[in-house]
Structure formats: structure tokens, C-alpha cells
């Protein structure tokens, strides 16, 4: 897609010695799970948002929820521009699909303060699980698509653009989830 269109940077990293270690493999593919296939960035996905429904289980309030999880998406997020050179130089690509920190990240940022409706609250679980997934499916809209900015921020160089154009996803994706609680709480009632 995209990110395949940055020819100056995928010569960089052609030009870029392998790395001699190879552990950090598993703090950029999230313990391996960027491993798994098909659509990694899906799976990717997965851990945060079971992260942010096992918060709602929990009853965390907003804000904390939010604060906790923008924490964890800045974790990923500073192991991602730490480690994001070394990324593309092992897998050879500006974007490497099995590195999913990006998710982690980009996830944090769609679930951040937005409101859970009372219907979803009303319906216990399953509620709160159709509401995750939901916000699962909004950020992986987002993620897939790469509307503007997103495809121009995947153009950075290393971590940054690996990671930034799925912040700018999660931006868009907060804000359509923002916009569906809204017309859920004010008009399907």
C-alpha cells in the first residue's frame, strides 16, 4: 500500500546492515503476536482492545481508563521510535506488518475519553464487549484506509512513520466513535 510507495526509504534500508541481535524481534511484534497471520495488524490490535475491555470489566472510571491506556500507548509508542530502525533494517521494509506496537498506540488513542453509552453499560458483558469491538473495528477502518494524514505520516523515516500514521488513525477513529455515542445518546433512544 502506502507505505510500499516511499522509494527513497526503502533504499535506505536496503542499504542498512542486518542487525547482529535479534531479541528485539520480540518487543516490536508485542511478545510474537505480529507473528500470527493472516492481517497481523488486526491481531495486533487484539491485546489493547482486550486490555480496554477487561478496564470496563473492571469498572475503571474515565478518566483513569483513558490516562491508563494513553500510559501503555506511549510505552509501545517510545519502544516503537527506539527500536523502529532496528525494525526495518531486520524485516527489510519501511512498515513491517509483524511490528504491531503501532496498534498498541494507535488503539490507545481511539478508545481515549470517549463516552460508553448507557445502552451498552445496560446490557453488562456483552455490552461492553460489542462496545470494544466497536472501537476495534473503527480503528482498523482507519488503520486500513490511511486517509490523509495517515499516509503521509507513514513516510517518516524509522519508528516515527510506523508509528504516527496510526496515532493520526486512532485520531480519526476516536473521532468517529465520538460522533456515534453522541447521535446514540441524543437520538436512539
Not at 506511549?74 to 521494509?93: N, P, S, V
Not at 451498552?120 to 490523509?148: E, W
Amino acid at each position: 500500500m502506502g507505505h510500499k510507495s516511499n522509494q527513497l526509504l526503502a533504499d535506505r534500508i536496503a542499504a542498512l546492515p542486518r542487525p547482529a541481535t535479534s531479541w528485539q524481534k520480540w518487543i516490536v511484534t508485542g511478545g510474537g503476536v505480529g507473528f500470527l497471520r493472516p492481517a497481523p495488524g488486526s491481531w495486533g490490535t487484539c491485546p489493547p482492545a482486550l486490555l480496554y475491555f477487561l478496564a470496563l470489566l473492571a469498572n475503571f472510571p474515565d478518566p483513569r481508563r483513558s490516562l491508563a491506556l494513553l500510559g501503555f500507548g506511549m510505552i509501545a509508542g517510545g519502544l516503537l521510535i527506539a527500536y523502529g530502525k532496528w525494525a526495518a533494517a531486520w524485516f527489510r521494509e519501511p512498515d513491517p506488518g509483524s511490528v504491531i506496537l503501532d496498534e498498541y498506540a494507535g488503539f490507545a488513542v481511539t478508545c481515549a475519553f470517549v463516552p460508553i453509552p448507557d445502552w451498552f453499560t445496560a446490557h453488562g458483558t456483552l455490552g461492553l464487549f460489542a462496545f470494544t469491538s466497536i472501537l476495534y473495528l473503527l480503528f482498523r477502518a482507519t488503520d486500513t484506509l490511511k486517509l490523509p494524514p495517515a499516509n503521509y505520516l507513514e513516510k517518516l523515516p524509522w519508528g516515527w512513520g510506523i508509528l504516527c500514521d496510526d496515532l493520526a488513525a486512532g485520531v480519526q477513529a476516536n473521532l468517529l466513535a465520538q460522533l456515534l455515542v453522541f447521535l446514540i445518546q441524543h437520538y436512539a433512544r
